[in-house]
């Protein structure tokens, strides 16, 4: 079937801009997670969803990164006021207690502040 | 708290040559280990992970990785790596089964020469 699936691609935007990004999970996987890469640095966490809620989101840096997922499927990551140090690329993964958790990850969107 | 330390940033070897990439961790809790490997342009894909049971774990195209509870490692292994394997590697560890974050290591990057 589908895997998990990103969009856009790349983003580009100014200083001081809002963005979202946004997540399609596998089919049925009720555990959502966002991760950010920067250059040369493994992933990092962000925020993981078990249904519709954010079951620990520790990992978002400041207020100005918030993310949703409405009907616990489709997850939305929003940044406002972006900064330069935003740029990375933003991974989801999905996950279900049927695959025991093991997290799938997207292609990613390349975020570019300028 | 988790966290994973990849010992080797970069590793070349020839066609054909054994490889090992080195990854330890240091966790309160008991930890549950994976390894990732990232193609060029491409998402995360799981190579093998570590959730009980034997300490020595297989993986997909050839790779192996034994835990070591005692020294705090999970060492990645091919007896004979393919140019087809040039790739970032990333170990990763989370704090137990179910939907849990994942901490990952800076990464390892695998270089191939004919």
């Known amino acids: 079937g589908a895997g998990v699936s990103q969009t856009p691609s790349n983003k580009v935007t100014e200083k001081g801009k809002y963005v979202e990004l946004r997540c399609d999970p596998i089919?049925?996987?009720?555990?959502l997670y966002w991760y950010r890469q920067s250059l040369g640095q493994g992933p990092e966490f962000l925020i993981y969803?078990?249904?519709?809620?954010?079951?620990?989101d520790s990992g978002l840096p400041n207020d100005r990164f918030f993310a949703v997922r409405p009907e616990g499927s489709v997850s939305t990551l929003k940044i406002q006021r972006t900064e330069r140090g935003d740029s990375a690329v933003y991974l989801c993964a999905s996950s279900s207690l049927a695959g025991a958790y093991e997290q799938y990850f997207g292609p990613g969107t390349r975020l570019t502040v300028t | 708290a988790q966290s994973v330390t990849q010992l080797d940033s970069q590793v070349p070897v020839f066609e054909e040559a054994p490889v090992e990439l080195r990854c330890n961790y240091s966790s309160s809790v008991s930890v549950y280990l994976f390894w990732y490997v990232q193609y060029p342009n491409q998402g995360l894909q799981l190579l093998l992970k570590?959730?009980?049971?034997?300490?020595l774990v297989k993986g997909i195209n050839g790779f192996e990785a034994e835990f070591n509870k005692s020294q705090t490692s999970f060492h990645l292994r091919k007896p004979s790596v393919h140019i087809s394997d040039t790739a970032e590697y990333f170990c990763?560890?989370?704090?137990?089964?179910?939907?849990?974050?994942?901490?990952f290591g800076q990464g390892t990057r695998l270089t191939i020469n004919p």
């Open positions: 990763a560890v989370s704090a137990g089964r179910g939907a849990q974050k994942l901490v």
């Open positions: 089919s049925g996987h009720t555990a």
């Open positions: 969803f078990q249904g519709t809620g954010a079951a620990d």
């Open positions: 570590y959730l009980s049971g034997s300490t």
